[in-house]
């Protein structure tokens, strides 16, 4: 695996391939890698002839200073990860390299970041949209890769993909989930063993709502179920538990007549914010 730290390295190993027509795949990260990321790894590798995975804690994403200063960072075992998964390349830029100084500019995404995560972290999106437009930029891949997990993230990335025309492929794979159910994230090394216990919670009540929907069960009656489960967990405070749909992100009272359906939800276990959705349809 080679490792490049600015624009100029990226650009001067990749053209080479481009030009001997390789498919180029990103792999876009913050670190802290897990089987999550290791899956975008692994169908990259089927779809690309080289991947590349980026590895940059995003500043301007983060709404709250102390989120950002408690992201885990373990580069060491992330390398070693990524050499055992023979990645091509690692992007592995520097902050200053990414930003020689304060972005001005802003990206509306309309309701996209207005409701869920954009309504709880404004400027996030705005923050992730930049970003991602500089690593297109700057990469310049056929084809990027994304965990459904981070679901609302998917749709604005979709979105500013096809507003600006970026020459790329969006790839979208299954959230990976532990033995219990939960979601795999970089943030769950942040709980504690009491914290990782009640964070089961989140994943049991989208497949709970998911199933009781599925039999036909009103939508608010099962909010107000899931409600109350999280109430039971002292731990555990929920911020949202929404129907939406899943790509143009439009809160939903009832399944109706659409066909592509997701449940996303966000809770606090002590203080760490996890996220986690599940498609109806899938």
């Given at each position: 695996?080679?490792?490049?730290?600015?624009?100029?390295?990226?650009?001067?190993?990749?053209?080479?391939?481009?030009?001997?027509?390789?498919?180029?795949?990103?792999?876009?990260?913050?670190?802290?890698?897990?089987?999550?990321?290791?899956?975008?790894?692994?169908?990259?590798?089927?779809?690309?002839?080289?991947?590349?995975?980026?590895?940059?804690?995003?500043?301007?994403?983060?709404?709250?200073?102390?989120?950002?200063?408690?992201?885990?960072?373990?580069?060491?075992?992330?390398?070693?990860?990524?050499?055992?998964?023979?990645?091509?390349?690692?992007?592995?830029?520097?902050?200053?390299?990414?930003?020689?100084?304060?972005?001005?500019?802003?990206?509306?995404?309309?309701?996209?970041?207005k409701i869920l995560e954009g309504s709880f972290r404004p400027g996030h999106f705005n923050g992730v949209g930049i970003v991602v437009s500089k690593l297109l930029n700057i990469v310049k891949p056929h084809i990027a890769y994304f965990g459904q997990k981070d679901l609302q993230q998917v749709a604005i990335i979709k979105r500013l993909v096809q507003d600006l025309s970026f020459d790329v492929q969006i790839n979208v794979v299954p959230t990976v989930r532990e033995e219990d159910g939960m979601a795999l994230s970089s943030r769950n090394l942040r709980l504690d063993p009491e914290s990782r216990k009640a964070a089961r919670i989140i994943s049991k009540a989208l497949f709970f709502a998911k199933s009781e929907l599925l039999l036909g069960r009103p939508w608010l009656s099962i909010r107000k179920m899931v409600n109350q489960m999280f109430e039971s967990e002292p731990i555990a405070k929920l911020e949202y538990f929404e129907l939406i749909t899943s790509d143009t992100f439009y809160v939903l009272e009832s399944i109706g007549e659409e066909k592509s359906v997701s449940i996303c939800a966000a809770a606090y276990f002590s203080d760490v914010r996890l996220i986690d959705n599940v498609s109806i349809f899938d």
């Open positions: 695996m080679y490792i490049l730290g600015t624009k100029e390295e990226v650009n001067s190993n990749l053209q080479i391939l481009r030009n001997n027509n390789k498919t180029i795949g990103l792999v876009p990260t913050m670190g802290a890698l897990h089987q999550g990321h290791l899956e975008l790894v692994k169908i990259a590798k089927q779809y690309s002839d080289i991947v590349v995975v980026s590895i940059f804690v995003n500043p301007t994403q983060f709404n709250n200073q102390e989120d950002f200063e408690k992201y885990p960072k373990t580069l060491d075992k992330d390398l070693e990860i990524l050499n055992n998964s023979e990645v091509n390349y690692l992007f592995l830029p520097d902050t200053e390299d990414i930003y020689p100084s304060k972005p001005l500019l802003s990206i509306d995404f309309g309701h996209l970041d």
